[in-house]
T-cell receptor, first 124, second 111 residues
Framework: EVQLVESGGGLVQPGGSLRLSCSASGFSFNNYAMHWVRQAPGKGLEHVSSIRSNGGNTFYADSVKGRFTISRDNSKSTLYLQMTSLRAGDTAVYYCVKDQAYTSDWYILGFDYWGQGTLVIGSS | IVMTQTPLSLSVTPGQPASISCKASQILLHSDGKTYLYWYLQKPGQSPQLLIHEVSNRFSGVPDRFSGSGSGTDFTLKISRVEAEDVGVYYC?????????FGGGTKVEIK
């Protein structure tokens, strides 16, 4: 059974930093691209960042480029999102999401399994 | 790519059909011949779950009362007979280009 468990969310002051983690199990983590998707309270879904299976390529939405860094440790089956210069507008539930494609190529097929999410609140 | 869903909300009697439309701002057909359109359901208090991938393929464990159709820029999700467990917000999503983008959602409730 695929499981994705996020952690690291919390209340952070504007300008502050936070690191989210996602522990994965139930599949061969090192063969899938992984993603972060966020959802502001009562709002829709926004694709934030993606990383290739081997960590060699990344994608960032314009809204977070230069402030967020995605990374992964395949030896620990863990995905990370380092968030800096946080803003009130970054307040959201952050979901760790698995890609559907089993591949070592830099290829995003689509999102299949989602974690339960971790809430980040940017507020003073 | 902008994804537009209609209607915003839907109230359905159990056992009756329901239909949700999704329109993309550009054709979602890739040069590989596949069309990258997905449907998700977010039940109350839960994370989204994949229903349909590549327009019409039901994901593992998804009941056959859910079906997807469409091509080009216009797509439809149909529920043949709505059940109480189908309540929530339905999202379409394109994965042709980054960033992957979602429709605004359609809230389905039971009458």
């Amino acid at each position: 059974e695929v499981q994705l468990v996020e952690s690291g969310g919390g209340l952070v002051q504007p300008g502050g930093s936070l690191r989210l983690s996602c522990s994965a199990s139930g599949f061969s983590f090192n063969n899938y691209a992984m993603h972060w998707v966020r959802q502001a309270p009562g709002k829709g879904l926004e694709h934030v960042s993606s990383i290739r299976s081997n960590g060699g390529n990344t994608f960032y939405a314009d809204s977070v480029k230069g402030r967020f860094t995605i990374s992964r440790d395949n030896s620990k089956s863990t995905l990370y999102l380092q968030m800096t210069s946080l803003r009130a507008g970054d307040t959201a539930v952050y979901y760790c999401v698995k890609d559907q494609a089993y591949t070592s190529d830099w290829y995003i097929l689509g999102f299949d399994y989602w974690g339960q999410g971790t809430l980040v609140i940017g507020s003073s | 790519i902008v994804m537009t869903q209609t209607p915003l909300s839907l109230s359905v009697t159990p056992g009756q059909p329901a239909s949700i439309s999704c329109k993309a701002s550009q054709i979602l057909l890739h040069s590989d011949g596949k069309t990258y359109l997905y449907w998700y359901l977010q039940k109350p208090g839960q994370s989204p779950q994949l229903l349909i991938h590549e327009v019409s393929n039901r994901f593992s464990g998804v009941p056959d009362r859910f079906s997807g159709s469409g091509s080009g820029t216009d797509f439809t999700l149909k529920i043949s007979r709505v059940e109480a467990e189908d309540v929530g917000v339905y999202y379409c999503m394109q994965s042709l280009q980054t960033p992957l983008t979602f429709g605004g959602g359609t809230k389905v409730e039971i009458k």
